[in-house]
Every structure is written in C-alpha cells, then in structure tokens.
Nanobody
Framework: QAPLIESGGGLVQAGGSRTLSCVAS????????MGWFRQTPGKEREFVAAISWAGSKTLYDNSVKGRFTISRDNAKNSITLYMTNLRPEDTAVYYC?????????????????WGQGTQVTVSS
C-alpha cells in the first residue's frame, strides 16, 4: 500500500471548487514538508503547492496562487488542497508527496513518498 492516500478527485465544471485530501498510511509525516503536484499525460509531474512541517509556511505555483489553498493537520496525519475557480487547464492527476526535512522544495524528485494520485477533470 502506498504510504500516502489521496482522495477527493472527480469531475467538476469550470469555475467550481474541489477539495483534495491526503492521509498518511502506516507512518507519520509530522516532521516532513508536504506538497501537492499534478501530472498530465506525456508531461512531467509539476509543482502545485507545498507546506512546511508545522504549517507555518506555504508556497504556490503562480498558476494556482489565489485559487488553491494548502493546509495540514498533523494530529490527523493529513494534508488538504482546497481548489476554487477551477479551470480546464487544472485537469490532471494530483499527487501528494512527503519530503524528508521540515522545509519544502519545488522539484518533485526532492520528495520521497508519494500517493497513487487522484484524477481531477475540469469541464469547460
């Protein structure tokens, strides 16, 4: 079983909202930075948002800044991505990742643990 489990994907109309969740399975990630990434066919996994180990700092890609919000609940070993004003170009498989160490990075290869992904499709 993947160490991280994403949920919340689905079909949504442009302009709508969706909340993705990621729960750790079998281990705790309270001392890890966490991030959300997305991937479309034929493209590399790209950075969306990240949050530091205690949730004090966050970072967003410019394409989602002001529309997406990342948060975490270490007591529940989970992170959330709240997405609003969704656009067709947000369509992708969304993955959460865990990076050893308390501070985030944007390259996907800095993240050690991944979930299986959840598909988000935004219709125009």
């Amino acid at each position: 079983q993947a160490p991280l489990i994403e949920s919340g994907g689905g079909l949504v109309q442009a302009g709508g909202s969706r909340t993705l969740s990621c729960v750790a399975s079998g281990r705790t990630f309270s001392n890890y930075a966490m991030g959300w990434f997305r991937q479309t066919p034929g493209k590399e996994r790209e950075f969306v948002a990240a949050i530091s180990w205690a949730g004090s700092k966050t970072l967003y890609d410019n394409s989602v800044k002001g529309r997406f919000t990342i948060s975490r609940d270490n007591a529940k070993n989970s992170i959330t991505l709240y997405m609003t004003n969704l656009r067709p170009e947000d369509t992708a498989v969304y993955y959460c990742g865990a990076k050893a160490g308390r501070w985030y990075e944007t390259p996907a290869d800095e993240y050690t643990y991944w979930g299986q992904g959840t598909q988000v499709t935004v219709s125009s």
